[in-house]
């Protein structure tokens, strides 16, 4: 079935530094993508997303960019604060919005 | 901004106890998902609803548990005979019908701990 594999963490940051997050995704048709981020102690929250091959997704500094010839949607941020410190998920769901489905998760520590 | 309400926010149970997770989707939603997070690991599907019935679920999703709309603005997770591994996060989420820009709109989550 659909699935996505994102980079595992942790992953400890200073604060300033660029940040990257790779997921990469398997679908049969033609899938949305999302982030989801997981402050702590809270509940899910969708950070951006994209529905179609070259979209870009952003919210917050954040950027991920939907490639459909490496599978990808890497997410970006130039310049992470302290306040980002989070769980980030990247998922898929089909195009219906339906069978959304979730990677690993990639734990964020940012450092003063 | 509408969201998704789920209760409690934790929950300690006895194993072999009954318990039920409450959820009040968003009121215009009719889609309706349980996702389950064992702590540190990844975000599992469980069940999807509409229409009053269930229309996906997933190999976790066995007889111990089902799920209900009791009335207008309730849904439910319920697990019969909980186990130690039934301790996690358990998500609820709701969506528009048909494809929809904005994603699923997760609750705060219960953490289910199962002594």
């Known amino acids: 079935g659909d699935s996505v594999t994102q980079m595992e963490g942790p992953v400890t940051l200073s604060e300033e530094a660029f940040l990257t997050i790779n997921c990469t995704y398997t679908?049969?048709?033609?899938?949305?993508l999302f982030w989801y981020v997981q402050y702590p102690g809270e509940g899910l929250q969708l950070l951006l997303k994209?529905?179609?091959?070259?979209d870009k997704g952003s919210n917050k500094g954040f950027e991920a960019t939907y490639r459909k010839e490496t599978t990808s949607f890497h997410l970006e941020k130039g310049s992470v604060q302290v306040s980002d410190s989070a769980v980030y998920f990247c998922?898929?769901?089909?195009?219906?919005?339906?069978?959304?489905?979730f990677g690993a998760g990639t734990r964020l520590t940012v450092k003063p | 901004e509408p969201e998704v309400t789920q209760t409690p926010s934790h929950q300690v149970t006895q194993m072999g106890q009954e318990v039920i997770l409450r959820c009040v989707p968003i009121?215009?939603?009719?889609?309706f998902y349980w996702y389950r997070q064992i702590l540190g690991q990844k975000v599992e599907f469980l069940v999807s609803?509409?229409?009053?019935?269930?229309?996906?679920k997933s190999e976790i999703f066995d007889d111990q548990f089902s799920v209900e709309r009791p009335d207008g603005s309730n849904f439910t997770l319920k697990i019969r005979s909980t186990k130690l591994e039934d301790s996690a996060m358990y998500f609820c989420?709701?969506?528009?019908?048909?494809?929809?820009?904005?994603?699923?709109?997760f609750g705060s989550g219960t953490r289910l701990t199962v002594v």
């Open positions: 989420a709701s969506r528009e019908t048909g494809p929809s820009l904005s994603g699923y709109t």
């Open positions: 679908a049969t048709g033609y899938p949305s």
């Open positions: 994209a529905t179609k091959a070259d």
């Open positions: 998922a898929l769901s089909d195009r219906n919005n339906n069978d959304m489905r």
């Open positions: 009121s215009n939603h009719l889609y």
């Open positions: 609803f509409y229409n009053n019935e269930i229309s996906e």
